[in-house]
């Protein structure tokens, strides 16, 4: 099964970290993990990949997993443009979850 | 970054009528495009995987004669809903991946909202 695991929701303060989790517990080796992300009637945008190591970008951080079973996605201040649904994805097998909707509050 | 975009954003049509949706690379080559259907509050669903110079490959349940797929260049994608219905009305989204990358990150257009009266 390709498809990943995330919490239905989130909420977070503005200016505080967050930490979206995702289970991918069927992934193999060499499968990268990739993290999209979808505002209101807008396609998805690209916010970080990464395979075994911690991946850091403007956007965010990548924390996987020793046994690469897992991930978390870390908006280390969140801002209110941040509201969107978050995905988690294998990017060879083009499945999306249901995602985590963050709300973030001012 | 590279850019995908789609034309029309956004469309309303009557019911019986066909739409043809564009999704192109606008800076980059894409020997592949990806289709996706979105429903309210849902996640997207891939319809079909679109091949530069080949058939498009389906998946399970989309009705590849009622969505046709056309991959004629590579940096341009057509997707025509014919005979369209209202159950048709949704988000379409298309997105590609730089060639040769299969983990590579993907690119995605703005969305195309289909609305069938």
């Known amino acids: 099964d390709a498809k990943t695991t995330q919490p239905n929701s989130m909420e977070s303060n503005e200016e505080e970290p967050v930490h979206l989790p995702c289970n991918h517990s069927?992934?193999?080796?060499?499968?990268?993990i990739h993290w999209y992300r979808q505002l209101p009637s807008q396609g998805p945008e690209y916010v970080i990949h990464?395979?075994?190591s911690n991946v850091n970008n403007r956007m965010a951080s990548l924390a996987i997993a020793e046994d690469r079973k897992s991930s978390t996605l870390i908006l280390h201040r969140a801002t209110l443009r941040d509201a969107a649904v978050y995905y988690c994805?294998?990017?060879?097998?083009?499945?999306f979850g249901a995602g985590t909707i963050l709300r973030v509050k001012s | 970054g590279a850019v995908v975009s789609q034309h029309p954003s956004w469309v309303i049509c009557k019911s019986g009528t066909s739409v043809k949706i564009e999704c192109r690379s606008l800076d980059f080559q894409a020997t592949t495009m990806f289709w996706y259907r979105q429903f309210p509050k849902q996640s997207l669903m891939l319809m079909a995987t679109s091949n530069e110079g080949s058939k498009a490959t389906y998946e399970q349940g989309v009705e590849k004669d009622k969505f046709l797929i056309n991959h004629a260049s590579l940096t341009l994608s057509t997707l025509t809903v014919t005979s369209a219905h209202p159950e048709d009305s949704s988000f379409y989204i298309c997105?590609?991946?730089?060639?040769?990358?299969?983990?590579?990150?993907?690119?995605f257009g703005e969305g195309s909202r289909l609305t069938v009266l």
């Open positions: 997105s590609a991946r730089l060639a040769g990358l299969l983990s590579g990150e993907l690119f």
């Open positions: 069927t992934i193999s080796g060499t499968d990268y």
């Open positions: 990464g395979l075994t």
């Open positions: 994805i294998r990017p060879d097998k083009l499945v």
